[in-house]
Structure formats: structure tokens, C-alpha cells
């Protein structure tokens, strides 16, 4: 398996990060995707990234809930850090509307320089949309990008689709192991085997067996075994079609061909 999405750098897991990655290695998580939220906490992201073996790979953005932490100058940064250390993607960016009194033209200022970046220099993006995902397809379709994955994707069916057609994966987490996500369960059933990741978003967002306790990577397979529980193919089947799924959007092939 393979997490598309798991914010290792945070300080949730500042006291046991390296135990937490021998666990989730030895409960079967090939590889783990770090997204950066802010500027200050890129070079962290790298640094993990680095130090683990080729286990962990860094996604670099602005993410549009830290509005506050961004400055305009961000954005010179984050090209000069594409230039110098290439990250996997360009990410974790997007549009979250859920608070009606959001600034929404400064998240979409970041969101679209974000996006030319994308295409300038040829990455994929890890998308956070929250009651925005029509204008953020919107967007998509005139940005010319090579896809991405729309992270905790939980939009309409017709959305997925419109998704699917731009070059993107959806990504499907803890919630997915709620009984109550009825709507999610649907999603999850009826999209097409070539449309699915997987991911935790640990710390947060966690799996029914533990909730109201820190998320981690480890518990990915509980999230697979959800999968499982809604459609027709095998834990196997499915394990091994979204890490394909997530290792052709995000072009890991060599990267993790030692892995494999």
C-alpha cells in the first residue's frame, strides 16, 4: 500500500516518528507521501523525507486553511525551492469555502499561482477542497495540468468525474471505515477501480477503531479493508490497483523500484 497523504512532519509526531514509520512499514505501507502546509515547514519535510530511505516522499505547498502564515513572497520561495529540490508534487493547495467568512480571494490568489507553478514545472498537485470543489474544477480545466490527486475527496459523483477526466485520483481515508459515511461508502462503490488512492491525512481524520485518538500511517490498511468491504475485488486486487493508481499519477516508478 501506498499513503498519498500523511502529515508525518507534524508534532503530533515529534515523540515516536521513527517507531511510527517501522510500524506502518511492517503493517504493509510501501511508501508515505508528506505534504507541506506552510513555508516554514518545507525544509522539514524534505529533511524526513531524506532521512528515510527512500520510504517517504515530500509534496511542497501553501495550504489555503494557514492563510494567515502565507506571505505573497511564498510563492518566489516555492519556485526557488522547485528549481533547487524537486518534490514528488506541488502541495497540499486548494480552496476550503466550509467557513463562511473565509478570505476567499487570497485563497485563490495562492491556489492559482500555485497551479502555474504546477504546469511550469510539470508536477502534480494534492488538492484540499472543501464546498468548492465546482470552482476549483472550474479552475482545472483551464490550468493544463498533469493531474493530481484530489485529496479526501468528498464531492458528488458527477464531481469524481469531472476530476477523472482533468488526470486525477481521488483519495479515501478514515472515513471510509464509518459506518455513518453512507454517502463516501456510495463514492467508493460505484467509482471505477482506476479512480481510487489511499491515504490516513494522520494525525487527523483517523479510523473508526480509534477514534478520538491520533491518526497514523499504520492504520492505512484498515482504510483498504474498508474499500474491500464496499466493492467486488480482494483486499489483494485492491491494494495492489491503488498503489499502482497513486505510483502512475505521482511517477514514482523508479523512485520506488527498489521498494518493490
Keep these: 500500500m501506498l499513503d498519498t497523504h500523511c502529515h508525518l512532519d507534524f508534532s503530533a509526531f515529534d515523540q515516536d516518528r521513527t517507531e511510527v514509520l517501522a510500524r506502518a512499514r511492517a503493517s504493509g505501507v510501501l511508501a508515505i507521501l508528506i505534504p507541506g502546509v506552510i513555508s516554514a515547514t518545507w525544509q522539514g519535510v524534505l529533511d524526513l523525507c531524506q532521512r528515510s530511505h527512500g520510504s517517504c516522499f515530500p509534496a511542497l505547498g501553501l495550504h489555503p486553511l494557514f492563510i494567515t502564515a502565507h506571505q505573497p ?18 502541495g497540499e493547495i486548494g480552496l476550503d469555502f466550509a467557513d463562511r467568512d473565509c478570505d476567499r480571494d487570497t ?7 500555485q497551479l502555474i507553478l504546477a504546469r511550469e514545472f510539470n508536477l502534480p498537485v494534492l488538492l484540499h477542497v ?14 493544463q495540468l498533469r493531474g493530481g490527486i484530489a485529496h479526501a475527496f468528498n464531492g458528488s459523483l458527477q464531481q469524481a468525474q469531472a476530476y477523472l477526466a482533468l488526470g486525477f485520483k481521488l483519495g479515501f481515508g478514515g472515513m471510509l471505515t464509518f459506518g455513518r459515511s453512507r454517502k463516501l461508502r456510495h463514492l467508493a462503490r460505484e467509482l471505477p477501480l482506476e479512480a481510487l488512492v489511499l491515504e490516513t491525512d494522520a494525525p487527523d481524520m483517523t479510523v473508526a477503531s480509534h477514534q478520538g485518538q491520533r491518526n497514523s500511517p499504520e492504520y492505512l490498511p484498515e482504510v483498504l479493508a474498508a474499500l474491500a468491504g464496499v466493492r467486488t475485488e480482494s483486499l489483494d486486487e ?14 514514482l516508478d523508479r523512485s520506488l523500484a527498489s521498494l518493490l
Design 107 to 113: 485563497q485563490r490568489w495562492y491556489f492559482t499561482r
Design 73 to 90: 513572497a511564498d510563492i518566489d520561495r516555492l519556485r526557488e525551492r522547485l528549481r533547487q529540490q524537486p518534490p514528488i508534487a506541488i
Design 238 to 251: 485492491l491494494a495492489k490497483a491503488t498503489t499502482a493508481n497513486a505510483i502512475s499519477v505521482l511517477q
Design 130 to 143: 472543501r464546498k468548492a470543489h465546482d470552482e476549483v474544477i472550474q479552475v482545472l480545466r483551464t490550468a
